[in-house]
């Protein structure tokens, strides 16, 4: 399974961009990357998953360069509701480990 | 249902007590995970079901923890002879697809809200 790597915190303010970089230096050919976000008191929620190079939805966008040793996942202009843990996995065929994830601490 | 289903939601049980926590999947979902986290802290991996296969265990912390999923579906995770550091929330995922590679696309799993356990 590869492992990853992203910082323990991050502190923005609303109405920035956050961009949050996850390192995965030992993907394999097959993973996919996939991040997803936790609220106190819930569960992880899937935000975003990609492959290679980007995607966006409606919550989120994720870049991965071509080597895919990491991958960045972007939240345009957040607010205070986005106030959570990030969690960055990469694999996903059989069980899932979850690193200590990011958190995000949105201020007004 | 529309999502994963634990119950119960919130369990205080003494100590040396034994637990169960039930996990109905979402309809169709082949993968299974139980997961644990402790207060202010991160995932910590228990169990994973896939389909008809063994069961990957390696996660279980000892052998008071057990569980079995019945059916294919509905899984039980029981904990015996509580101890006060079982105290947490349980947290109970599943997936359509898992342990096969080369497909489309990747695996995405579901979380439920969680059982939480306090022993006192």
């Known amino acids: 399974l590869a492992k990853t790597t992203q910082p323990i915190s991050m502190d923005s303010y609303e109405g920035q961009e956050v961009n949050i970089t996850c390192s995965h230096n030992n993907i394999a050919t097959n993973d996919y990357i996939t991040w997803y976000q936790q609220f106190p008191s819930q569960g992880p929620r899937f935000i975003i998953q990609g492959y290679k190079t980007k995607v966006t939805n409606e919550v989120a966008s994720l870049f991965i360069p071509a080597d895919r040793k990491s991958s960045t996942l972007s939240l345009p202009r957040v607010s205070l509701s986005d106030t959570a843990v990030y969690y960055c996995?990469?694999?996903?065929?059989?069980?899932?480990?979850f690193g200590a994830g990011t958190r995000l601490a949105v201020h007004p | 249902g529309a999502g994963v289903s634990q119950s119960p939601s919130n369990k205080v049980t003494e100590k040396g007590k034994d637990v169960e926590l039930r996990c109905d999947p979402i309809?169709?979902?082949?993968?299974l995970y139980w997961y644990r986290q402790s207060l202010g802290q991160g995932l910590e991996f228990l169990i994973y079901?896939?389909?008809?296969?063994?069961?990957?265990k390696s996660g279980l912390p000892s052998d008071r923890f057990s569980a079995e999923r019945t059916g294919g579906s509905v899984s039980t995770l029981t904990i015996q002879r509580t101890q006060q550091e079982d105290s947490a929330v349980y947290l109970c995922?599943?997936?359509?697809?898992?342990?096969?590679?080369?497909?489309?696309?990747?695996?995405?799993?579901?979380f439920g809200e969680g059982s939480w356990l306090t022993v006192v």
């Open positions: 079901f896939q389909g008809n296969s063994a069961p990957d």
């Open positions: 995922a599943s997936s359509i697809w898992g342990g096969d590679r080369g497909t489309s696309s990747g695996n995405t799993i579901y």
């Open positions: 996995l990469v694999g996903g065929y059989n069980k899932l480990i």
């Open positions: 309809s169709g979902h082949t993968a």
